[in-house]
Structures are given as C-alpha cells and as structure tokens.
C-alpha cells in the first residue's frame, strides 16, 4: 500500500510538473510577441512604402507632368490601405501583449494621424497634386512617431522576452528540483519494493514448504482424504482416496461424492452427519469405480479455503480386513466357548452321574452291621468308607466349580 | 503519371475556360495552375462551398466569425492537387503551403467577417485563416506567419 502511495504520489508531482511547466512555456510562448516585432518593423516598412506612393506624382519629372494619373492615385490608395491596416493589427497587438504608456501615446497620434489621412484620401475622387502634396505633409509629420513607435516597441519586445527567457529558466530550475524528487520518490519506492520483494519471498518459501508438508502428509496417509465443496463435488484427494475408489486422482476431481462414491443405503446416514457435525465416526458403505461395496468408517470437518468459501473435508479409512478379523475371532471365540461349555456339561453329567452310585455305595456302607465284622474285615470297611466319601467330595467340587465357571459365563 | 499530369492540365484548361473571368476586376483572386490563370471575382468565391468557424486571432480584439471557402476548394477549382501553393498579398508578402498540408476544411479564404465583407484596410478582401482557437498547433509559428491577409494571388509555380 505505501508502496503504491509513493507511485501515486510520484507521479502526480510529475503530472503536475510537467503540466505545470508546460503551461508556463506556452503563456511565455514567443510567438505572438515574435509575431509583433514582426509587424512594428513592418509598420516602418509600409510607412516608406506609402510615402514613396505619395511622392510618385509630386516628384519633379514625373510621367503626368504635374497631374495624378489613376493609376498613381490607386498605388497611394493601395499604399496607404497596407499602411492603415498595419497600424490596425499593431493597435490590437499592443493591447494584448499590453505596453508603457510612452508607446501607447506614440501609437495613439500615428492612428489620429492615420484617420487624418483616411479621410483625405476617401474624399478625392480625381486628386490634384496639391491635395497629393497636403496628403504628403500629414504622412512626413507622421515620420517620426512610426519610427519612434517601432524602435521603442521592439525594445520594448526584447525586455519581454529578457523576462520570458528568466521565466522560462525559473520554471525549467523548479521543474528540476521537482524531478530531484519524483526521483527520490522513486528510489524509495525501489528500496521498499526489494524490501517487500524479500519479505514475500521469504514468505513464499514458508508458504510453499507448508503447502508441500501439508501434501506429503495428506498423500502419505493411509486414510482416503477427500475435498468436497458444499454440493458435495470434489475438489481435491490424496493418493490412498484414489487407490480406495480403484481410480485415478485426476478422474476422481469434479465427481460428486454424495452420488457416485456412496452406497444408496449410506446416503442419508451421511448426510445427517455432514450437517451435524459429530465428534465421532460412522460407519459407511462406498462403491468403487467397478461398483464394487466396501465398507468405511469416516469421519469430516467443515472448514474454509483461500476464497473464504466452505469446504468439507472427509477422511475415510476401508475397514473390509478390520471387519474380516473381528468376524474370524467372533467365530473363534464362540467356537472356544461352545467347547468350553461342552467339557461343563460333560463334567457336569459326568458327576451327576457318578454321585447317584456313590451316594448308593455310601449309604449300602452306612447299613452294614460292623459288629460281627472281623478287625481286618473293619479295615478294609473303614477304607472304603474314607474312599467313598472322599470320592463323593471330589464329585461335588467339580459339580460346584462347573456351575461357578457357568455361572460367570 | 505524365499522362495523368498532362489528362488533369487539360480538363483544368477547359474548366478555367467555362468558369466566369472577370480580368482586373475588384475583389478578384488570381488563381494559376502552371500556364493557365483565373481570376475568380467575389461571386465565384461566394459559389464555392463555404466554411465557418469563430476564433480569436492575435491581430484582432475579441472573437470573430470567418467564413469562406476553403483553400482547398479554391485550389481545387484550378486543379491543383500537388506540390506547393504560392500565395501572394498586395503588399506583396508571399508565403508557401505544402498541398499535402491543406485539409479540405482548413485553412480558409475568409471573405467575410462576422457574416460582412471586409475591405483592404480591414485585412480583406480575402485573408487566409485557421481556427487558432480550436488548437494549439494552429498557435505556431508556422501557422501565423502563414495567415496571409490581403490576399491576391494563389499559384502553384514558385515565386523567383
């Protein structure tokens, strides 16, 4: 911004200069005052030229004899309209480029003179020598103002153009001292220009660092990693999104996710989630390109781009071989388990069944009249009495522990 | 080119000769092309196409209405398609134009001033201008010297 400000400003100056300057060069712009200098020496030029028209008739020797011929009297005419019309534009000239009062007054009796002379002329009609001579007199009496007016006003011209000359010289010194700093202006726009030029390559590096990190780190990912916009089309995805869908990235950029990578059935799930932001997974199922269902377990985040527009960022992870294992072990276990309850049962029946004989024996011991039984014969009783008890013990443990075991289960 | 040359100076020669001449008549611009001349008299100026234009000039006080033909239809009445124009005051002023240099809306042969004639004491019959207002580069130099008043003659041979 400041860098554009200094431009800005750099150039208005220049602008300003430089129209600054040029107006100046054109108000001290000498061609018109050139163009009077012109015309006061040519008012001494017409001056002679008229004269000389007027002595023709009147000069000893001359071709009439004394008298004025027409063709003499239209040369004082034409003469004389040259020499009128000249004081006219020198009038209106020294009115514009404006003089001292000592030329104006010089100006002012040769047009006094001139009207004199104007009326002389207008009221002949075939002159006389004499009126010629009368005319002659007026015009030599104006001699010395047109002479004085021309000097005077080309002296007068050359001060003006002495002052243009300094005026044009001043104006050229500011416009230098203006240019000494459009030039510092634009030196310092320079340095600031490097200066930023640095910073924002400094600053691109960091960026493009980051960016490249960003991206290995998405393309590494074992998890699909998927851009949508908020219609659900794609707008980016990473290498595993690509391998998942069975595609290439490219293919994959612009299709609409919703519709042509879901399941129907996982439709509505996932967009109840994508418009409820949860903190866990779902559960999905997706299609690949050979329309082929797999299941996925995703989770997404709304976030915003470089735009400031919505994107939806979905991280999907194929759970196919996880689901595999969790099946095999559920049927491992169940299988580990229904063995496990078989060998219970099998104890249980067993003991059941062992206790019933048991319990006969024991009580068949318990009625034996002991009395008549010799002291050998009563060892031997006792011994499968201890036997039977202890046999019936054992039962009863195994029968308790199946049950504690059946009882967790 | 030569037969174009020699084609254009006939049907100049039969065109001068159809045109009204009036020799030495009052108010009359002499107009030559090489060998042949016209002088056209203020009717035939009149008759041409005219322009108009107002504009300040720096030998007059306040602005004035010019009108008249262009030099180009004047040059053009004579043939004169190239080359160089010649034009000649009473007093004897001459300047030169380069044909290449004349539009066909400028510059003018004024023959009124403010909707008048104008006589020889007021620059006239005929004075040759450009609207110096409508333009810088009508404020040179070139452009003022070239505004010739008084105007008499136009040519397309050059002066001795």
């Keep these: ?409 | 080119m030569i037969l174009k040359r020699t084609i254009v100076k006939i049907v100049t020669i039969l065109t001068l000769a159809a045109l009204p001449v009036v020799a030495h008549a009052k108010d009359g611009l002499t107009v030559t092309n090489d060998d042949a001349s016209i002088v056209l008299d203020r009717a035939a100026v009149d008759n041409l196409p005219q322009q108009e234009f107002t504009t300040t000039t720096i030998w007059t006080e306040g602005s004035i209405t010019f009108s008249g033909p262009s030099l180009h239809a004047i040059i053009s009445v004579a043939g004169i398609t190239e080359g160089t124009v010649t034009l000649t005051a009473v007093n004897d002023y001459v300047i030169q134009i380069p044909v290449a240099e004349i539009t066909e809306t400028t510059p003018i042969v004024a023959s009124l001033m403010d909707g008048e004639p104008f006589n020889r004491r007021e620059k006239g019959p005929y004075w040759l201008v450009y609207p110096y207002d409508s333009d810088p580069a009508f404020q040179t130099e070139i452009t003022l010297s070239r505004s010739i008043w008084q105007l008499v003659s136009i040519s397309n041979i050059a002066p001795d």
């Design chain 1, 1 to 409: 911004m400041l860098l554009l400000a200094l431009l800005v400003v750099a150039f208005f100056i220049l602008l300003v200069g430089a129209r600054s300057i040029k107006t100046q060069i054109d108000l001290l712009a000498f061609a018109s005052s050139d163009n009077l200098g012109w015309n006061l020496s040519q008012l001494d030029v017409d001056y002679r030229g008229m004269t000389i028209e007027m002595l023709e008739p009147i000069t000893p020797g001359s071709p009439a004899g004394g008298e004025v011929t027409a063709e003499e009297f239209e040369n004082i005419q034409r003469g004389f309209d040259i020499f009128y019309n000249r004081v006219k534009v020198v009038g209106a000239t020294l009115t514009r480029v404006g003089v001292p009062d000592v030329i104006q007054e010089d100006f002012e009796k040769i047009a006094i003179a001139r009207d004199e002379m104007a009326d002389l002329i207008d009221a002949m009609d075939t002159p006389t020598t004499a009126q010629i001579k009368e005319l002659c007199d007026l015009a030599n009496a104006l001699g010395a103002q047109v002479r004085s007016l021309s000097t005077k006003g080309i002296q007068h011209l050359s001060q003006i153009q002495s002052g243009a000359r300094e005026a044009q010289h001043s104006a050229f010194l500011r416009f230098h001292g203006t240019s000494f700093v459009i030039l510092g202006f634009v030196l310092i726009s320079c340095l600031l220009a490097l200066f930023l030029w640095r910073d924002w390559e400094k600053r691109s590096a960091q960026v493009a660092r980051a960016a490249t990190n960003v991206t290995n780190a998405v393309n590494a990912a074992n998890s699909a990693v998927i851009f949508t916009d908020r219609s659900g089309k794609i707008t980016q995805c990473n290498e595993a999104a690509a391998h998942y869908f069975g595609s290439e990235r490219e293919n994959l950029v612009e299709i609409d996710f919703i519709h042509a990578l879901l399941d129907q059935s996982s439709l509505s799930s996932f967009l109840l989630y994508r418009d409820r932001p949860k903190s866990e997974t779902i559960q999905l199922l997706a299609r690949r390109s050979d329309n082929q269902a797999f299941p996925v377990e995703m989770s997404g985040v709304w976030q915003k781009d470089a735009e400031d527009e919505d994107i939806y960022i979905i991280y999907l992870t194929d759970i196919s071989e996880r689901l595999e294992a969790e099946t095999k072990l559920k049927a491992s276990r169940d299988e580990a388990k229904e063995a496990s309850e078989a060998k219970s049962r099998l104890l249980a029946i067993m003991s059941h069944e062992m206790r019933t004989p048991l319990h006969g024996v024991i009580a068949s011991l318990n009625m034996i009249d002991t009395k008549h039984l010799i002291d050998a014969d009563r060892k031997l009783f006792e011994t499968a009495c201890e036997c039977s008890n202890r046999a019936l013990e054992q039962v009863n443990s195994i029968l308790d522990h199946t049950r504690l075991i059946q009882s967790e289960e």
